[in-house]
């Protein structure tokens, strides 16, 4: 067999002969050699030869096709080709001879397929398929017995372009026939029913990570949590924007409140695979989060509460909550510490300082007495590469404080800090005492290590709205140049 990685000039031309003589190639396609499928492939979609990429699909030799990397722009027409494609393949038997495709991978992810039987790079993608190894392995022989496996990923929204329309409808028409799978689905201010009818399409169990941008109410979302209950493979969960009901505000309608928020955290117990967990905006979690990590299933690589209000005793169970033992990520953007105590906090710090790679505490208004007891903590993780602590209340001695402790941090490549208070003059940025204390706080911190990348930065102007930053040299804002 030739070489898969260099495509000699004469298959090049055999290509581009049997795309000038498309109807010839289309009755031949399942007499083509398969080394030829993928490059043909390749350049069927990209010249939209669309009759001849419906007869390929249809007849299609290899285990998995993972043709959404190739679709680089939207296009309806060859949209349409391919699943009318899988169609032709329900509908009839391929030559005998050869392995039916298993898998329709729609995703726009990288695929190695396609570079180890071409030499040419797929689409414009960059991250890593997780099911890779799945598109070079051989599918085992249970495998055969099973309905023709096709995978998306969803954004729903609103309003859906044609072909989202057009595939979920396609969808729902063969949902006996197929097995449907969403790995990613992002909700965007879409109302509960059609939401419904899509998850009875795509099973809930199969979805991987979801994305809730949804503007639903407390009320909604507790309607949508049976939804959440079933998806057991979940590993990721976004939840954003749920709104306040205007409606509720007897003690009555307190304690129907109270009873949805259970209901949802409830959920959580169900969701075994659970390693990453942002909520942002959302106001009923407060007093619950502690009820939330109690639920728990798996241990938690990434914790991120954003625009949050924290209550003490959530904060309180940080520490002793074992799910949160194994923190990679740790973002409390907006969560307003300077009220709280930050023991626990550090004691958290203190648990995690092996395997924590990153800390977001911008904008929690922390002062100079939470940083002096999270110090001694920070300064043993080692493992931290990016740490934000923007938008907080630091004079610049205990900043340096700060930095004189971090001489262990060698694998930090993304440190952000506030300009010191000193910098402010009733409220205005002093340009000469900031650069001098930014300068200073340099020089303090290069003598314990070579920074990669930092930032001092000074809160948002509000004549301009852009910051003043010193990182290898000053970018004032605008008012200042």
């Known amino acids: 067999m030739m070489s898969l990685q260099t495509p000699t000039p004469l298959l090049k031309q055999a290509r581009q002969a049997l795309l000038r003589n498309e109807e010839l190639a289309i009755s031949a396609v399942e007499q083509l050699p398969m080394e030829l499928f993928p490059a043909l492939m390749m350049d069927a979609l990209k010249g939209r030869h669309n009759r001849m990429v419906k007869a390929m699909v249809a007849a299609w030799p290899f285990p998995c096709l993972p043709v959404g990397t190739l679709m680089k722009t939207p296009n309806l027409e060859t949209f349409q080709a391919i699943l009318e494609g899988v169609d032709m393949q329900l509908a009839r038997n391929v030559h005998p001879s050869r392995n039916k495709m ?15 039987w071409t030499g040419r790079e797929d689409g414009d993608c960059s991250s890593e398929s997780g099911d890779e190894e799945q598109v070079v392995k051989v599918l085992p022989r249970y495998a055969v017995r099973r309905r023709l496996k096709v995978i998306a990923d969803l954004c729903l929204r609103r309003s859906l372009d044609e072909e989202q329309t057009y595939f979920l409808q396609w969808a729902q028409e063969r949902k006996g026939s197929l097995q449907l799978c969403c790995a990613n689905m992002k909700i965007w201010d879409m109302p509960l029913f059609p939401i419904r009818v899509i998850l009875s399409v795509f099973q809930p169990w199969l979805i991987e990570n ?14 949508f949590a049976t939804y959440l209950g079933y998806m057991r493979n979940l590993r990721k969960l976004s939840m954003a924007h749920i709104s306040k009901s205007t409606i509720w505000h007897s003690n009555r309608t307190a304690n129907r409140e109270e009873k949805c928020v259970m209901k949802l955290v409830s959920q959580f117990s169900k969701l075994h695979s659970l390693e990453h967990l942002s ?130 941090w060698n694998k930090m490549n993304g440190e952000q800090y506030p300009a010191p208070v000193e910098c402010y003059d009733s409220g205005d940025i002093d340009t000469e005492r900031f650069l001098h204390l930014c300068l200073e706080l340099m020089d303090a911190l290069r003598a314990q290590r070579q920074p990669k990348g930092i930032v001092f930065a000074t809160d948002i102007c509000l004549q301009c709205g852009v910051r003043s930053v010193y990182d290898l040299r000053p970018r004032l804002c605008p008012c200042w140049q």
């Open 279 to 408: 909520l942002k905006g959302i106001y009923f979690w407060r007093d619950h989060m502690k009820h939330i990590l109690r639920c728990l299933r798996s241990p938690l690589e990434t914790l991120s509460l954003t625009g949050y209000f924290l209550s003490e005793s959530d904060l309180n169970y940080f520490p002793s909550c074992q799910r949160l033992w194994q923190l990679k990520h740790l973002a409390m953007r907006g969560v307003e510490l300077w009220a709280l105590n930050p023991l626990p906090l550090r004691l958290l710090l203190e648990t995690v300082a092996h395997t924590l790679q990153s800390l977001d505490l911008q904008g929690c208004r922390m002062e100079d007495s939470q940083l002096t007891v999270l110090i001694p903590a920070l300064s043993r993780c080692t493992q931290l590469t990016k740490i934000n602590l923007c938008d907080n209340d630091f004079s610049g001695p205990i900043l340096k404080d700060l930095l004189l402790h971090t001489d262990n």
């Open 210 to 223: 979801l994305e809730l941008h949804t503007g639903w109410d407390l009320s909604t979302l507790t309607h």
């Open 102 to 116: 298993k898998v329709l991978d729609l995703r726009k992810v990288r695929h190695e397929f396609w570079t180890i």
